[in-house]
């Protein structure tokens, strides 16, 4: 889990010193959002409320402290790991489901999306701090949450039968 944590971490564009203050990465931060998704489902939700569950607080309580922007990033990436594995799972659903054409157009978007997201993403580094806390990491919280989030529905609409 560490392993995956440092790479989300690099892929963030953040220091593995920031890795300290997120590594509370684990079971019970997927957790949060396991159940937050399973409530989604449930009720018919897309599950956009799943998104910032584990960031937003740890973000919270990273405030005022030293070196507070560089916590923020790590808080961000900490979720940013659990959104990875849950479009790498999703990605996998997809596949199950067999579509060949559904299939392709999922592989060609994915192999251009960490690019887009990474482009965009990057102005939020720009900005002043604590407008978007986290900035760019923050960022890419959010746009891997919603990409994970729309395959997660696709996954399950190509399985269903």
């Known amino acids: 889990m560490k392993l ?26 997927a957790a949060v ?5 399973k409530t989604a489902e449930e009720t018919g939700g897309f599950g956009g409320a799943c998104v910032g569950l584990v960031a937003d607080p740890c973000i919270k309580a990273a405030e005022g402290t030293n070196d507070d ?5 790590a ?7 659990i959104w990875t594995q849950k479009t790498n799972e999703a990605l ?6 067999g579509f ?11 192999k251009t999306f960490a690019a887009s997201r990474d482009r965009f993403c990057v102005v939020f580094d720009k900005i002043e701090p604590g407008m978007y806390k986290g900035d760019a990491s923050y960022c890419r919280l959010r746009e891997t949450a919603n990409r994970s989030l729309s395959l997660i529905k696709l996954g399950a609409a190509v399985n269903e039968h």
């Open 4 to 29: 995956k944590l440092a790479a989300a971490l690099l892929a963030a564009g953040l220091p593995l010193a920031s890795m300290a203050f997120a590594q509370g990465t684990g079971p019970a931060d």
């Open 69 to 73: 922007v560089a916590k923020w990033r």
């Open 100 to 110: 060949a054409d559904v299939i392709k157009a999922v592989k060609d978007s994915q």
């Open 92 to 97: 996998k659903k997809v596949e199950a489901g």
């Open 33 to 37: 959002i396991d159940t937050c998704l």
């Open 75 to 81: 808080c961000a990436a900490r979720e940013l790991a």
